[in-house]
């Protein structure tokens, strides 16, 4: 047999035991305890997924809101302050002091709106981009790895059970929110 047919044979076996394991999951899922299960593994990939991000924050003094604002910010460049409250459902207590610390510390700069003079209009900075830009990079490094070692039919599973996390009367806005993250063609 060819090196070819070997590494074919592999993987069919490979995303046939997934598809085992995954069925298996499914199986559980309808239980209490499956679904605990599932809890479970979510806090556990989100605290590894997390945890790349907060060892590079931690070297401005930034931590986890700091790290939210500056991704949308830098998703968004001239995000209106209302629309972060939004996106992050926090009230403008919680943000002023996260966003006071990095519009002082020069990642993120403020400006009045062109029709709206009122309006707060948020950029990165080129510090706060490239900072945007290498926290995106360490945590989308680790969905490629994973998405790698899936078959490509859970890829998209993945996807849709992640947009199936988000409230049913989010959807709409959040699917908003990454049409216009892409046509920006914003980094990170």
């Known amino acids: 047999m060819n090196d070819l047919s070997t590494r074919k044979i592999a993987e069919l076996a490979e995303a046939v035991a997934w598809r085992r394991a995954a069925t298996e999951m499914a199986a559980t899922t309808t239980s209490d305890e499956g679904?605990?299960?599932?809890?479970?593994?979510?806090?556990f990939a989100y605290r590894d997924f997390v945890g790349d991000a907060d060892r590079l924050l931690e070297n401005y003094g930034f931590g986890r809101a700091h790290h939210r604002v500056l991704h949308f910010v830098s998703r968004r460049p001239g995000l209106a302050i209302a629309g972060l409250l939004e996106i992050l459902r926090i009230t403008k207590q919680s943000l002023n002091r996260v966003l006071k610390q990095l519009l002082e510390a020069g990642f993120v700069e403020a400006r009045e709106g062109v029709l709206d003079r009122r309006q707060r209009l948020l950029y990165p900075t080129p510090q706060g981009a490239k900072l945007a830009r290498d926290l995106a990079a360490l945590q989308t490094a680790r969905f490629l790895k994973v998405m790698d070692e899936l078959p490509p039919a859970a890829r998209g599973a993945a996807s849709e059970f992640l947009f199936a996390m988000i409230d049913y009367d989010e959807r709409e806005r959040v699917r908003a929110h990454l049409a216009c993250a892409k046509a920006a063609g914003a980094a990170p």
Not at 35 to 43: D, I, P, R, S, T
């Open 35 to 43: 679904a605990l299960e599932l809890v479970e593994l979510f806090f």
